[in-house]
């Protein structure tokens, strides 16, 4: 069947680095994508991965290996305001996504 | 330049009852695309249109469902009869082109059957 896998929850603090790891097992694969989400606001997206390698957008990087099925998203110099839900999802090539279950950061002062 | 809108942004309806969805995408974003999340689990896809035209509606759950987008503009997506299982937040998101692989989401509209 067709998954996405990554960690329900990860804390740390201020000005730490957190990486969110994504494997997946799905068909169509086209792309990796990653968003966020803060309570009861709408899924912003963050970045995408369409080939191997890192990409990187500001404070956050996020990574692919195809061959492995994986790929993370790095957050750097954490903030209060990245406390958030992020979720990866895989790409077709029509553009739908389809999404892992998210992973809680939560930024402690 | 307005963001993907949706409304209401929450809709609290009895087992049995319709409800109607309504979706409005940034202005000259052909592909639309709704999706849901059950409390508890994962953001899933219920379909995509491309223009007016639905090029994928695999993740439609029944016929319950019905999904429409009038001169490839607004969507609606109407819910009859709803049943308890359906309540969760329903997305709607829009991008130019699937090639730029960026949508944009709507708030969402929280539903609610009891």
């Known amino acids: 069947g067709q998954s996405l896998e990554q960690p329900s929850e990860v804390t740390a603090v201020e000005g730490a680095i957190v990486q969110i790891n994504c494997t997946y097992q799905t068909s169509g694969f086209y792309g990796l994508s990653w968003y966020q989400q803060h309570d009861g606001g709408a899924p912003t997206f963050l970045s995408y991965?369409?080939?191997?390698g890192l990409e990187e957008t500001g404070r956050f990087s996020s990574f692919l290996s195809r061959s492995d099925s994986y790929g993370y998203l790095l957050l750097q110099e954490l903030q209060m305001k990245d406390s958030a839900s992020y979720f990866c999802a895989v790409i077709d090539s029509w553009g739908k996504l389809q999404f892992g279950a998210g992973t809680q950061v939560v930024v402690t002062p | 330049e307005a963001g993907v809108t949706q409304f209401p942004s929450h809709s609290v309806i009895e087992k049995g009852q319709t409800v109607t969805l309504r979706c409005d995408p940034i202005?000259?974003?052909?592909?639309l695309y709704w999706y849901r999340r059950v409390m508890g689990k994962e953001i899933k896809f219920l379909l995509h249109?491309?223009?007016?035209?639905?090029?994928?509606e695999s993740g439609m759950p029944n016929n319950r469902f019905l999904a429409e987008r009038t001169g490839g503009t607004y969507s609606t997506l109407k819910v009859q009869p709803a049943e308890l299982e359906d309540s969760g937040v329903y997305f709607c998101?829009?991008?130019?082109?699937?090639?730029?692989?960026?949508?944009?989401f709507g708030a969402g509209t929280r539903l609610s059957v009891l």
């Open positions: 991965n369409g080939l191997d």
């Open positions: 202005s000259g974003h052909d592909n």
């Open positions: 998101a829009s991008s130019q082109d699937t090639r730029k692989n960026i949508q944009y």
């Open positions: 249109f491309v223009k007016e035209s639905k090029q994928d």
